[in-house]
């Protein structure tokens, strides 16, 4: 059973940064693709990075998130830099052997993020 939980969401201010971690469990952490989605009130959720051998980003946090993985720590990151008020979600990281990012494999339970302006 892999379980994901993740860390290090709150309140900050516009223009500021948080940096988000998400510990798995298990034994096989590198041979899966991690993906960074994030929910905000009333709409879908939206895979904004993801990471296996190359890095994936979408464009609303091009150039200001920044994804990495310590494989000996079983944890993935979201350096999250230059915040908006639009960033305010639910942020979620997912885990899949095949980066199949529309129905991921495992889920971790949310960290709650919120920029005020």
């Known amino acids: 059973q892999v379980q994901l939980v993740e860390s290090g969401g709150g309140l900050v201010q516009a223009g500021g940064s948080l940096r988000l971690s998400c510990i798995v469990s298990g034994r096989t952490f590198s041979s899966y693709a991690m993906g960074w989605f994030r929910q905000a009130p009333g709409k879908e959720r939206e895979l904004i990075a993801a990471i296996r051998w190359s890095t994936y980003y979408a464009n609303s946090v091009k150039g200001r998130f920044t994804i990495s993985r310590d494989n000996a720590k079983n944890t993935v990151y979201l350096q999250m830099n230059s915040l908006k008020p639009e960033d305010t979600a639910v942020y979620y990281c997912?885990?899949?052997?095949?980066?199949?990012?529309?129905?991921?494999?495992?889920w971790g339970q949310g960290t709650q993020v919120t920029v005020s302006s």
């Open positions: 997912a885990a899949d052997r095949g980066a199949n990012w529309n129905t991921p494999s495992y």
